[in-house]
């Protein structure tokens, strides 16, 4: 599985914005989708994930109720709809497929990293 991660941009604090995995590959709906983030300095972190049928979507607290995930099956594409955002929310976000897990070392796929600016 490949994958391709867009939708990065800068943004100011209290904006929207929405990232895009795209899978390539039969076997994108085997597994469960999940999104990191890396902040300058500081280790990857785990921000949400879904199964591989689209349900049981978990979030870190630092994102919940602000943070959507969401998969297309027919497209291969994994969604991240971030609102209400944060400074502290600037980083580079990496979707990433294996099993359903908070853990990296559960992903055994990764994007390439689409870079998040959230700045006034």
């Known amino acids: 599985v490949q994958l391709q991660a867009s939708g990065g941009g800068l943004v100011q604090p209290g904006g929207s914005l929405r990232l895009s995995c795209a899978a390539s590959?039969?076997?994108?709906?085997?597994?469960?989708m999940g999104w990191f983030r890396q902040a300058p300095g500081k280790e990857r972190e785990f921000v949400a994930v879904?199964?591989?049928?689209?349900?049981?979507?978990y979030y870190a607290v630092s994102v919940k109720g602000r943070f959507t995930i969401s998969r297309d099956n027919a497209k291969n594409t994994v969604y991240l709809q971030m609102n209400s955002l944060k400074p502290d929310d600037t980083a580079v976000y990496y979707c990433?497929?294996?099993?359903?897990?908070?853990?990296?070392?559960?992903?055994?796929?990764w994007g390439q990293g689409t870079e998040v600016t959230v700045s006034s």
């Open positions: 990433a497929a294996g099993s359903y897990s908070g853990s990296a070392s559960s992903y055994n796929y």
């Open positions: 590959g039969r076997t994108f709906s085997r597994y469960a």
């Open positions: 879904i199964s591989w049928g689209g349900g049981s979507p």
